[in-house]
């Protein structure tokens, strides 16, 4: 399968996903609304150019807003997380480690720590945009920063399962005596 395909088969999973499961679930106590879909971004290709990381994060938010009704909301902090995320690869990612791993971000070519800081980092942004905007005040910055922490918690939580699920193992080689 070609990496287009791949790519739009894989966009069109999380817009489903989110759109038409997580996002009609009821939040929990008003507070937790997970996000996977911007799994798709943070699983780009290294080599993904900021131009094509940009495009990618408008045409997904605004999928998603179509679907949740919100225009502009999730389109604003897709764009946000597709600008830094090249940034937040060359702070977390050694250049010739980048160069030599032709892949995508995970824990196998970011290491584990740096893998689930590129992950946590990115998604807080995008968290914090997404309710700063929907709410548009910050009356009570107790429950902002507490809608903020565990919406990121529940989202990181769905991360790592859908790593489980379906992303590739790293082969490994046994040792035979």
Known sequence: MSDAVKYVLRFAAFVIV????????????RFITPYVYLLF???????????AMLVWGFLLGLSLDFFT???GLHASACLW??????????LLVPRETK??????????????????LFLFV??????????AIEWLSFGSIGYFLGKVL???VASMILYLVTEMLFRPRANRRRKFD
């Open 18 to 29: 989110q759109g038409l499961v997580l996002s009609f679930m009821p939040p929990l106590h």
């Open 41 to 51: 971004l943070l699983w780009m290709p290294f080599v993904t150019g900021r131009v």
């Open 69 to 71: 009704k919100t225009p």
């Open 81 to 90: 997380v597709a600008w830094l995320r090249g940034g937040m690869i060359n």
């Open 99 to 116: 160069e030599l791993a032709s892949g995508t971000p995970g824990a196998r070519t970011m290491g584990l720590a740096g893998y689930l």
């Open 122 to 131: 990115l998604t807080l942004i995008h968290h914090i945009w997404v309710t």
């Open 150 to 152: 565990l919406t990121t």
